[in-house]
């Protein structure tokens, strides 16, 4: 076969994108088959992102894989010093403090790295999207990889916890994995949806901070859902309360005290993640070109 055969069956394979003025929502299965295909063309691109990013982190890093431990731990043992001196009343909780606490700050630390995950990855690949046409998934895949290998690592912190207070097992904790994945996901499709506009105005980014310290204190993370009105009501309309709290409870009690909550929101955060994932698939081609202008 001759080298000008030889061209023009590799051009026979290159993938062919059509531009059109129309919009992508008024041709949902047009848009639905290219969200599915961005996601499929991305998985080799995503892997080999996620671990030149792992490599590069822990190599400038003197604490390298540290810095994924220590943030719940500082925070869960400030609570339970400021518990045990009575400087604050957490009140009384079905399990024991210190389990309750650690498991607590390490499933919001796992939330909070989810819900920054999506904006920190397309912000640091922003010199690349406007040079380099790749399936834009590639970046969401990659973050979601980022979080599941953070989760690897805190789960030592999780296992240290049942050894040292004898945490008995149950059934429960082979639901429990699926549990966490709901909040990773929670966290991911809130992160998704603030993604376009993050790439715009670095306020968002700034704003997550404040947003996410304050949210702390209205999820029941270090404290027992409160049972009593209003204060019941920041449990109530808090997405992360019942998702964070069956966690825990699956993976210390082996059931979920609450299941109808936990159930309402896992859906709910299914049917988030995909309009999210919808919208940021049609955004992010107008914001390269706005970003390459």
């Known amino acids: 076969m001759s080298h000008r055969e030889n061209t023009i069956n ?3 394979d290159l993938q062919t994108v059509v531009y059109s003025p129309e919009s992508q929502m008024h041709t949902p299965d047009r848009l639905i088959r290219s ?10 691109l995503a892997w080999r992102l996620f671990v030149r990013d792992i490599s590069a982190r822990y190599r400038q890093s003197m604490l390298g894989i540290f810095w994924a431990f220590l943030p719940p731990i500082i925070t869960g043992l400030v609570f339970i010093i400021l518990q045990s001196k009575k400087v604050v009343n957490l009140g009384e909780t079905d399990i024991s403090f210190p389990v309750y606490v650690m498991v607590g700050t390490t499933l919001w630390q796992v939330f909070t ?4 995950a999506p904006l920190k990855s397309v912000i640091a690949a922003k010199p690349m999207l406007a040079k380099i ?3 834009r998934e590639a970046l969401i895949v990659s973050a979601f990889y980022d979080v599941l290998f953070n989760l690897l ?9 049942f050894v040292y207070f004898k945490v008995p097992l149950t059934w429960g904790l082979l639901m429990a994995p699926m549990a966490i994945l709901i909040l990773i996901l929670l966290g991911m499709a809130i992160g998704l949806l603030l993604t376009p506009l993050g790439t715009l105005y670095t306020d968002v980014t700034q704003g997550l901070i404040v947003v996410t310290s304050f949210w702390f204190f209205l999820t029941p993370v270090v404290y027992s859902p409160p049972q009593s009105f209003p204060y019941s009501l920041m449990t109530t309309l808090n997405p992360v309360s019942p998702i964070l709290t069956g966690a825990r409870d699956l993976l210390t009690k082996g059931v979920v005290a609450n299941i109808g909550p936990f159930l309402v929101v896992s859906l709910l955060t ?5 309009i999210a994932w919808m919208i940021y698939h049609i955004a992010l081609p107008i914001l390269i070109e706005r970003m390459s202008a």
């Open 35 to 44: 969200m599915l295909q961005g996601l499929k063309d991305s998985r080799e």
């Open 113 to 116: 790295e989810s819900l920054n």
């Open 10 to 12: 590799n051009a026979e």
């Open 153 to 161: 690592i805190k789960s030592i912190i999780i296992v240290g916890i």
């Open 133 to 135: 046409n790749f399936p």
């Open 270 to 274: 299914i049917l988030g993640l995909f």
